[in-house]
C-alpha cells in the first residue's frame, strides 16, 4: 500500500471555525491532490499540487486553501467552515504528472460541519 | 475535458465475468483511458489503463475499441470483494490539464453469492 496518512480522520467542527486537514506521504511523490466526495456528485479535486510551494485550483476551490512547504506534507484548509463543507476528503498523491500516471489514494477524513 | 458515459450500476453473479461497459465518444488521439474502483468506505484505487492495445494485469484486462470510443473493463472471475464504484476517465496531456483526473459518477457493481 501507498504511504499516504491522512489526519484527522473524523472530525465534527461548528460553522465559522477554522479546519485543517492533513496529508502526509512517506513515498516522495511529486504530485499530490485534495479531492472532496459527496453524494450524486461523485469526487471532485478542490486542490492539487505539481510540487514543493506549486499549487493550483481544482473545480471545486471556493472556500479553501492549501499549503505544500516539504514533498511530504500537502494541507488543506477551510478558513472558516461551512455546512456545505460537510464531506469526506480523499488525499491523493502521484509520482508523474503524465497521462500514464496513475493516483494512490489515502483512507479520507470524514469532516461534519454543523 | 473529454466526457465518459457508463451505466449507473450493474449486476453480477460471484465467480462469473463481468463486463462493464464505457463510451468516450468524444475521446482525443493524446487519451489515455484510466479505470478506478472504490470499495465502500475507501478511497480509490487504480486498476488499469489504456492507448489502443488491450491490457491485461493481475486485477482485470481492458478492452479498448478500434476507433476507441468505447472500452470495456473485464474482471474475469467476479468475488465478492470486487463489489465497488468503477470509475472510466480519460486522462490527457494537453492544456496543463495533465496532472488531475476528473471522476464521474461511476458504475455500481453488485456482486452475488
Known amino acids: 500500500d501507498a504511504g499516504i496518512t491522512q489526519s484527522p480522520r473524523h472530525k465534527v467542527t461548528e460553522t465559522g471555525t477554522p479546519v485543517t486537514l492533513r496529508c502526509h506521504q512517506t513515498e516522495n511523490h511529486r504530485y499530490m491532490y485534495w479531492y472532496r466526495q459527496d453524494p450524486g456528485h461523485g469526487l471532485r479535486l478542490i486542490h492539487y499540487?505539481?510540487?514543493?510551494?506549486?499549487?493550483d485550483k481544482g473545480e471545486v476551490s471556493d472556500g479553501y486553501s492549501v499549503s505544500r512547504s516539504k514533498t511530504e506534507d500537502f494541507l488543506l484548509t477551510l478558513e472558516s467552515a461551512t455546512s456545505s463543507q460537510t464531506s469526506v476528503y480523499f488525499c491523493?498523491?502521484?509520482?508523474?504528472?503524465?497521462?500514464?500516471?496513475?493516483?494512490?489514494f489515502g483512507e479520507g477524513s470524514r469532516l461534519t460541519v454543523l | 475535458d473529454a466526457k465518459t458515459t457508463q451505466p449507473n450500476s450493474m449486476e453480477s453473479n460471484e465467480e462469473e465475468p463481468v463486463h462493464l461497459p464505457c463510451n468516450h465518444s468524444t475521446i482525443s488521439g493524446t487519451d489515455y483511458i484510466h479505470w478506478y474502483r472504490q470499495l465502500p468506505s475507501q478511497g480509490p484505487e487504480y486498476v488499469i489503463h489504456g492507448l489502443t492495445s488491450n491490457v491485461n494485469n493481475r486485477m482485470a484486462s481492458l478492452a479498448i475499441a478500434e476507433d476507441r470510443k468505447s472500452s470495456t473493463l473485464i474482471l474475469h472471475r467476479a468475488t465478492l470483494r470486487d463489489a465497488a464504484v468503477y470509475y472510466c476517465i480519460l486522462r490527457n496531456n494537453s492544456g496543463g490539464s495533465n496532472y488531475k483526473l476528473t471522476f464521474g459518477k461511476g458504475t455500481l457493481l453488485t456482486v452475488n453469492p
Open positions: 499540487s505539481y510540487g514543493v510551494k506549486d499549487t
Open positions: 491523493a498523491i502521484s509520482h508523474s504528472g503524465q497521462n500514464t500516471g496513475e493516483l494512490f
